[in-house]
């Protein structure tokens, strides 16, 4: 079969194709959206709107291809994942290239995501392992009993905008090599990066019908979430949708993972090494433009003996450079799209309505070349009741809340219905030792800005965070995309 041109490499505003069966085509549906490039406003392709015949297609091929792919042997799974890390590696940087340019976030960022992605591959190589089940012989008399894990059948994820490359990674590497069969709908703003992926998996040896990609806003997602023969669904994105998600796919008798929204603290204790901290709370916060579930978004200092650091990162986030992701001298790239733009200045007119003040205004460094920026800014005097303290921003707008105490911190961050990740950052083993055991989050960081899991853990978010039960990456995804059989047998 002929392979498809790179996405990153087709002509401008061309249309993006699904893959169904094996065969990368354009799509059925003949609506479609325009993927812009944040950094200069410039429309670079276009997503179809796939409805439900199409997604249908895509759910059947993955049905089709599931018994003959359940039955390869394990390894022979995991030798085409070896190939594949393979094809990742060799496309690294031109895969960085296109986070970069649909995502917008610095061309060593999307390296970095990349490489995150890259790693779950690894994990999934180890399935051979990672599937092995427990057994105990004489249970009873002449009773032995053992556990396996079989693959649940065909599964969807669907995928958000701010990591293109390393989400899907999370998803469909560990899927596919536990014997399942999968059917991806990458983010409509960030499609080229998810195809790109399919395409070097497809290089990679895979049979057709085991990955299939589709593409498309709410109606796809509905017709992934309603059709009867999808098992399993990942989903990672924003509260209000990863409930429609949860609701919707468990109504129907599937099997949830629904990773949502987030508002991260960071405290800083007097104590703190102010070089580390204040480097951790600039990456935190505005990595990425602020575009992360894991972004620090509450920052807390605690004590007088705080202020220093808050003041040298009012002092660094004024002189960040915000610009082209791909020049060496950008130290923020834009936001994903003009209302993306203009959600992080209506919070900032909420949080000045309800008495916070400025300490750093980024509304007005909106960079060059018609691309959507907005610099880091930082609003102090929050406090906890506020808009800006208690939603999901998605944009680099810091809150600054203060507390006298790091008990008074903990609670603090414990009043939020969010869960995903704390950090705290302190030379004090005891007050490090108080907020991981006692903080009320999924994820936390000591004198870690971005606590990020690896890949052998789990991205455990708590509470609003996260609907469902087993979470994406580590053993939990494998447990996700597997059921566990017991066999009872006598022979005696």
């Known amino acids: 079969m002929a392979q498809p041109t790179p996405a990153a490499d087709r002509p401008d505003a061309s249309p993006v194709p699904v893959l169904v069966d094996g065969a990368f085509r354009p799509a059925a549906a003949s609506d479609t959206?325009?993927?812009?490039?944040?950094?200069?406003g410039r429309e670079i392709a276009r997503v179809p709107r796939c409805g439900r015949e199409e997604i249908d297609a895509a759910v059947r091929a993955a049905d089709r291809a599931f018994g003959a792919w359940r039955a390869v042997p394990v390894p022979e799974r995991a030798q085409v994942l070896f190939r594949y890390k393979q094809h990742l590696e060799r496309e690294h940087e031109a895969l960085a290239r296109c986070v970069a340019r649909e995502n917008g976030k610095l061309l060593d960022d999307a390296r970095a995501?990349?490489?995150?992605?890259i790693e779950v591959v690894d994990f999934a190589c180890g399935m051979p392992?990672?599937?092995?089940?427990?057994?105990?012989?004489?249970?009873?008399?002449?009773?032995d009993s053992h556990t396996v894990r079989v693959p649940v059948g065909p599964v969807a994820g669907i995928c958000p905008f701010n990591f293109p490359a390393m989400i899907p990674l999370w998803m469909f590497p560990i899927a596919i090599a536990a014997g399942n069969t999968f059917v991806l709908k990458p983010s409509e703003r960030t499609p080229l990066t998810g195809v790109r992926l399919a395409e070097l998996l497809v290089e990679a040896g895979l049979p057709p019908g085991v990955l299939n990609v589709v593409h498309g806003g709410r109606e796809a997602v509905d017709a992934l979430l309603d059709h009867p023969l999808v098992r399993a669904v990942s989903f990672v994105g924003s509260e209000p949708v990863a409930r429609h998600v949860y609701a919707r796919a468990?109504?129907?008798?599937?099997?949830?993972?629904?990773?949502?929204?987030?508002?991260?603290?960071?405290?800083?204790?007097?104590?703190?090494?102010?070089?580390?901290?204040?480097?951790?709370?600039?990456g935190s916060a505005f990595g990425a433009a602020g575009q992360r579930c894991l972004a620090g978004s509450v920052l807390v200092p605690v004590g007088d003996g705080a202020r220093p650091i808050l003041e040298r990162v009012a002092r660094e986030a004024a002189a960040v450079k915000v610009g082209d992701p791909f020049?060496?001298?950008?130290?923020?790239?834009?936001?994903?799209?003009?209302?993306?733009?203009?959600?992080?200045?209506?919070?900032?007119?909420?949080?000045?309505?309800?008495?916070?003040?400025?300490?750093?205004?980024?509304?007005?460094?909106?960079?060059?070349?018609?691309?959507?920026?907005?610099?880091?800014?930082?609003?102090?005097?929050?406090?906890p009741e506020m808009a800006v303290a208690r939603e999901?921003?998605?944009?680099?707008l810091l809150s600054v809340v203060h507390a006298a105490s790091?008990?008074?911190?903990?609670?603090?961050?414990?009043?939020?219905?969010?869960?995903?990740?704390?950090?705290?950052?302190?030379?004090?083993?005891?007050?490090?030792?108080?907020?991981?055991t006692r903080v009320e989050a999924g994820m936390v960081g000591i004198n870690v800005g971005v606590a990020a899991p690896m890949a052998f853990f789990p991205f455990a978010g708590w509470k609003h965070s996260f609907f469902g039960d087993l979470h994406a990456t580590g053993k939990d995804a494998v447990r996700f995309y597997t059921e566990s059989r017991v066999v009872i047998e006598r022979w005696a």
């Not at 995501?113 to 992605?117: D, H, L, S």
């Not at 949502?260 to 480097?279: F, I």
Request: proline share 5%; net charge neutral; aromatic share 6%.
């Open 33 to 40: 959206d325009p993927v812009y490039e944040p950094a200069t």
């Open 406 to 436: 790091v008990e008074e911190a903990i609670d603090l961050v414990n009043r939020s219905r969010f869960g995903n990740a704390a950090s705290i950052f302190t030379t004090s083993g005891r007050a490090a030792w108080l907020f991981r």
């Open 250 to 282: 468990a109504a129907s008798g599937k099997r949830v993972q629904a990773m949502a929204g987030a508002k991260n603290h960071l405290v800083v204790l007097p104590d703190a090494d102010p070089e580390l901290t204040v480097k951790a709370v600039m």
């Open 327 to 383: 020049l060496e001298d950008s130290a923020m790239g834009p936001v994903i799209r003009e209302e993306a733009r203009a959600r992080v200045a209506r919070y900032v007119e909420k949080g000045l309505a309800e008495g916070a003040r400025l300490l750093v205004d980024g509304r007005a460094r909106a960079g060059t070349g018609g691309g959507f920026f907005v610099g880091p800014t930082i609003l102090d005097g929050v406090r």
């Open 129 to 143: 392992s990672l599937l092995m089940g427990e057994t105990v012989e004489g249970i009873a008399r002449g009773v």
């Open 113 to 117: 995501e990349v490489r995150r992605g």
């Open 392 to 396: 999901e921003v998605f944009g680099p």
